[in-house]
């Protein structure tokens, strides 16, 4: 039997925010999830390919492979985040052992999935630094080029950045990446911290979500980014899930941008100027919406008007 369920592959560096919309994707019932594919980013590749495999652990969902990818980006330095997930990228969260050896290599089970699939039919989420699309815009054109479409949770567009002034995390890991990426020539969805900053999780959030395996889960990853003391907290990754979903609750445009390939501190930023591209970019989001959809999948009900506002 066909499943009427979009066919994805999640392409991911867990990551906190990425085991919230990974938790999500697996207990929605709402996509065909072909596989996790991994990437260095948030933390080095040995973990983040870990904590895929913890996720699809906890969840009991060990038909679903993990496939281990690029561990460096393309052309300079990685950089990580673990001040902010922990050393074990999790916060400190503790989930079960994988229940599989990873697989390898992203790029090129990335391309066999697109190949044999009818073209036009699946889809790739891009929760990390896009190293393992830029390969594939090098090594697997052809493949990606059958891809229905990519959904993209980078950059930023007007408002500050999260490592230089204009740059975002997953961007400045790999510019040269999101710069091939853009110019590939394929269908590519940005949603920028301008948007992901707007759906903010607070702890009335956190109370709501707790019901079920997955709902506890997610509430336990996301209070770890309060260790700060802030009283919420953005969900970042969940917005690729959420805009797949439900495209309604997102306002898009096209807009044309270049990248900043230079050394200095917005390596990775999106600019306006030079060689430009033309990409749909999300520019807002109905945020209580999107938090309503997103408990709502992590635990099988809605919260309440309090919990979202």
Request: aromatic residues 4%; hydrophobic residues 45%.
């Amino acid at each position: 039997m066909v499943s009427d369920r979009p066919q994805i592959i999640i392409d991911t560096d867990p990551g906190l925010d990425d085991a919230v919309a990974i938790l999500f994707a697996l207990n929605s019932g709402r996509f065909d999830v072909l596989g996790l594919t991994t990437v260095a980013g948030n933390l080095g590749i040995d973990t983040t390919t870990r904590n895929a495999g913890r996720l699809l652990a906890l969840l009991g969902r060990e038909e679903i492979p993990v496939i281990s990818g690029a561990a460096m980006p393309l052309g300079r330095p990685g950089i990580t985040e673990a001040a902010i997930h922990g050393d074990d990228g999790l916060g400190g969260v503790v989930l079960p052992e994988p229940l599989a050896a990873p697989r390898e290599y992203a790029p090129f089970w990335i391309g066999e999935q697109l190949r044999s699939a009818p073209a036009g039919t699946v889809d790739l989420f891009a929760l990390g630094p896009l190293t393992n699309v830029g390969l594939m815009v090098r090594d697997h054109a052809d493949a990606l080029r059958r891809m229905r479409r990519l959904i993209v949770m980078g950059g930023v567009v007007a408002d500050r950045g999260n490592v230089g002034p204009h740059s975002e995390f997953n961007f400045a890991c790999d510019p040269e990446a999101v710069d091939a990426v853009l110019r590939a020539g394929i269908d590519v969805t940005l949603i920028p911290l301008d948007v992901t900053r707007k759906v903010r999780a607070s702890a009335n959030y956190l109370d709501a979500l707790r019901t079920g395996t997955a709902g506890n889960a997610a509430a336990d990853l996301i209070a770890a980014y309060f260790q700060d003391g802030r009283e919420s907290r953005p969900l970042h990754d969940p917005c690729v899930m959420l805009y797949a979903l439900a495209p309604q609750l997102f306002t898009t445009e096209m807009r044309s941008f270049s990248v900043d390939l230079t050394s200095g501190p917005d390596a990775g930023a999106l600019l306006q100027h030079g060689d430009t591209v033309p990409v749909q970019v999300a520019t807002d989001v109905d945020a209580a919406g999107a938090l309503a959809l997103l408990a709502q999948g992590l635990t099988g009900s809605s919260p309440s008007t309090s919990a979202v506002q």
